[in-house]
Nanobody, 120 residues
């Protein structure tokens, strides 16, 4: 099993910045990818960004240029740096972990989620 613990959510004004962190523990040798999903009220959960052990990343078009995903393999953590935040970024953000599959991922583990609210 892999345990994921997120931190860093909160309330931020439009145009502001926030960094989310996720620490993985447990049987981390079974994963080679980590990522961030988000789910806004009334909407489906969507992948925001993913990163592999060797540093390959992908970011959804709606946040490209504003969000950056990074990973510290030594500390088993993944960060999501968010800038130029918009009200539509408001959601519960979930850390995920799993393995790569072709051009995509198979996510097997999830964090409990952290709320990000962008509002003035």
């Amino acid at each position: 099993q892999v345990q994921l613990v997120e931190s860093g959510g909160g309330l931020v004004q439009p145009g502001g910045s926030l960094t989310l962190s996720c620490a993985a523990s447990g049987s981390i040798f079974v994963i080679n990818a980590m990522g961030w999903y988000r789910q806004a009220p009334g909407k489906q959960r969507e992948l925001v960004a993913g990163i592999t052990n060797d540093g390959r990343t992908n970011v959804v078009d709606s946040v490209k240029g504003r969000f950056t995903i990074s990973r510290d393999n030594a500390k088993n953590t993944v960060n999501l740096q968010m800038s130029s935040l918009k009200p539509e970024d408001t959601a519960v953000y979930y850390c995920s972990a799993g393995t790569t599959s072709g051009l995509g991922y198979i996510w097997n583990y999830w964090g409990q989620g952290t709320q990000v609210t962008v509002s003035s």
